[in-house]
């Protein structure tokens, strides 16, 4: 007999059909559910199903079932459909007091992922990631993108101290936390066009709500541009692409879940320099940054919450591109914005006043490189493999990337990181 899901059911109503999943434990403030009843959940959905004895499995039990389809008997409860079980069997059964409910902290739940992510809310996420990376998959290709997948072992970088290091036989090597340099390779290889989605890894030691030591980085690099705004135009478009994506086809279920409509953003974004960024937020009340002027080398994270306010009441958009930070708070190979400018050609995009991309346009030109390095006091042997792109040709070029989790995040209004990672990690979790 073939499986149904529950959401095949309601064009089943009167027939006998084969359902599979978990019975569903009852929520905290849940009536006792009456002797030979239960609830059946699967990827789907749930349905109400009333039993031929009180010998019910334990709740999460992974059951399949057999039985016939009636019509609405429990509509204030939300049930349109129940089943009438002429069958069931426990494919895998459950102990007695499962260890995560409704009612469990986040830790607790963590802790017991699987289970945690039984719930229709972790599974939504989960299926709007698969669109946001379908929908800018689908963006990129039309634009004649090639796919990079570049090594996450590396034998050094810029600042190996922002690095895990493990042993590689009989040497250390690191995780990358960037594919920048091999980006850029691409760059000089002739590609023109890549992205990459895959792990990275930071050096990260602050615990909080938008931090991991682990994450899915989106990352795509673009040659032959004018200046680092033909890498913003581009970045507005594919997010509204895949933003589109993910409302046309969630939007009704995270509209009930996550009670949020998804606003599918207008381009252009509005854009701000930093320093008018820092102006705004002391506007607002900040005290201001450090240094003299009263302005940080970055927006902090309260000055990031009063720009997006301000964004959000001045021209009703939830994102905001901050641009022209100054060269020393970047690394050595963004592109000065003028010729003995202290500026580069760098950017920061937030949505609703956090951070969820960061980019610029690159110095392409060997000898500028090589100054940039050597003012900032770059040790060169070990990024010499990364110079060498550029010694024979490299094109003007530039590019941004994106945390997964942190669009998910935003997207969804959701208070943590870590509620959208499937497995998170920072500094004090490991496990499962």
Known sequence: MPRYTVADLGDEVGRIVRVCGWLQPAGPAAEPEPAGSGTLADRTGAVRLTMPSD?????????EVVGTVVGTVAAAAGQSLELIVDRLSVAGPAEP??????????????????????????????????????ALRAAWAEEDFIEIHSPKLIPTGPRPQELFDLRYFERTAWLAQSPQFYKQMAMAAGLDRVFEIGPVFRYE?????????????????????????????AAELWL????????RRHGDDIAALFGIRVAVPVVPFPRYTLSQAWEIARTAGHDGGGGDSGEGDDLDRDGECLLGRHVADR??????????????????????????SSLSRSFDLLWNGIEVASGAQREHRHDRLLDQARSRHVPLDPIHRFLDFFRYGCPPHGGLGFGLSRLLMCLLGLPDIREATLLPRDRERMTP
């Open 55 to 63: 010998a019910v499995p334990n709740p999460g039990s992974a059951v």
């Open 97 to 134: 007091d499962l260890p995560v409910s409704a009612a469990s902290t986040q830790a607790e739940r963590l802790d017991w992922r699987h289970l945690d992510l039984r719930r229709p809310g972790a599974q939504l996420i989960l299926r709007v990631q698969t669109t946001l990376e379908q």
């Open 205 to 233: 030691p602050a615990v909080s709500p938008v931090h991991a030591t682990e994450f899915t980085s989106v990352d795509v690099e673009l040659a032959w541009i004018d200046s680092e705004a033909d890498v913003m135009a």
């Open 240 to 247: 509204r692409a895949a933003i589109d994506a993910v409302a």
């Open 315 to 340: 021209h009703g958009h939830q994102f905001v591109w901050v641009t022209d930070y100054p060269e020393s708070a970047r690394p050595f190979f963004h592109m000065r914005s003028a010729e003995g």
